[in-house]
C-alpha cells in the first residue's frame, strides 16, 4: 500500500486533511485552524512530498521524514501543526486497514466514555455577570467541568485582578460544589500577579489554573508552580516532546497540555504523554477542535491509565460543523462516548468535500 496523495481542505473554518492511498482506503487528518491556508500549502508543498509512494501505516518513521527533514522551517508552529493533520489521517487509515478504532492499536481503553468540561473563552470583554450567564448554561448542557478563559496573551501583567477574582466568585455561584472551576490567564498576568491571585483561587476552591504567565518565560512558570499548591498548567503553545521536557523540568508545572492538532498529532502526543506519566505529571490535553482533533484526543485518553480529568471541549454545539460528518461525535449526559469503529471513526461527507476550498493537494 501506498501514500498517493495528500489534500488540505479549508472547511466551515478548520483545516483538514484528507490522505488517499493506491488501494482506495482514505484517511481525515486535522490540523489546527489559525492561519489555515498557509498551514493546509505547508502541509501538501512542502511535507507531503516527503511521504508520497511510502508506506502509510509506518506512522513513526513517516513522521520523522517530515519532521527532522523540515526542521529549519520552524520546530514550533506551522511545521508541527501541518504534521499533526497528515499524521492523523495516517492513524485514521491504519485503523481502517485493520479494522481497529485508534485506541485499540495505542493498547487498549480503560474507559468506554470520558467526562467533558465547557472551555468557555472572551473573559477579558465580560462583566462577572456576562460570564456567570454563560458559565449557567454550559452547566445546564451537563459538563463535568467549567474553565473560564480570558485571552489576554503574554504581555498584559496586572491590570484588574479584583474584576478577575469578581468573576470566578460570580461562577462559583452557579458551579457550586458540583461542578469543578478552573481559571485560564492566557499567559496575561505577572508572576506576584499570577502568585497573589492564585492563592485566592486556592482559597475558593479552583481545579486547576492554566498559563498564569507568558508561555515563553519558564522560570516564572517555575516560580508561580512552586509558591502554589493549586495545580499550575501549561503545554498549549509547545508542539515536541523535547519542548515539553523543558516545560516539565525548567518551568514545573502540574499539568502538561499538548494539542493533538498542533503537537505533531497522535504519534508525539503519546510520546508526551509517557512523559508526563514518567514525570507524575497530570496528562490534560488542551483541545478546542470539536470534532477530528476532539475524536483523536478521545483515542488518545481512553488508551492512558490516569487521564480521567474531563476533557475540554467548546461549551456550544456547533450544528454546522457536525453536519459534515456522516456521523458526528453525540455529546450526552456531560460525556462523548470512545468510538469503536475503524480509525478515529470520523467520516466527512463526499458532497462536503467535493465543495470545500481546497488549498493544496500533492499527488504521487
Ligand atoms: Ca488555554
Partial sequence: MQISCVSAYGIAGKCFIVVDTDEGVSGLGECSPMHSPTIGRFATEVLAPKILGENPLETDRLWHEMMLSTYKLGAQGIQPEATAGIDIALWDIRGKVMEQPIWALLGGKYREKIPMYASIGGGAEMT????AERVDAAVARGFRGIKIRMDWGAGRQDRGLDKDLAM?????????????????????????????????????????????????????IAQVADALDIPVSAGEHEYTRWQ?????????????????????????????????????KVFLPHQTQPTVGTAANLHICASLKWCDWPQELPPERNE???????????????????????????????????DAELYGRAEA
Fill in 128 to 131: 462577572p455577570a456576562e460570564m
Fill in 320 to 354: 454546522a460543523l457536525e453536519g459534515i460528518f456522516e456521523h458526528p461525535l453525540e455529546f450526552y449526559d456531560g460525556h462523548f462516548v470512545v468510538l469503536d469503529r475503524p480509525g478515529h471513526g470520523l467520516v466527512i461527507r463526499e458532497s462536503v468535500v467535493r
Fill in 168 to 220: 470566578v466568585r460570580e461562577c462559583l455561584k452557579i458551579t457550586g460544589e458540583g461542578v469543578p472551576l478552573s481559571f485560564d490567564a492566557n499567559n496575561g498576568y505577572s508572576v506576584s500577579g499570577a502568585i497573589r491571585q492564585g492563592r485566592r483561587f486556592e482559597e475558593l476552591g479552583l481545579r486547576h489554573f492554566e498559563e498564569p504567565v507568558a508561555q515563553f518565560d519558564y522560570p516564572g
Fill in 244 to 280: 515539553f521536557r523543558d516545560l516539565i523540568l525548567q518551568g514545573r508545572v502540574d499539568i502538561v497540555q499538548p494539542d493533538v492538532v498542533k503537537s505533531g498529532g497522535i504519534t508525539e502526543t503519546v510520546k508526551i504523554a509517557v512523559l508526563a506519566e514518567t514525570f507524575n
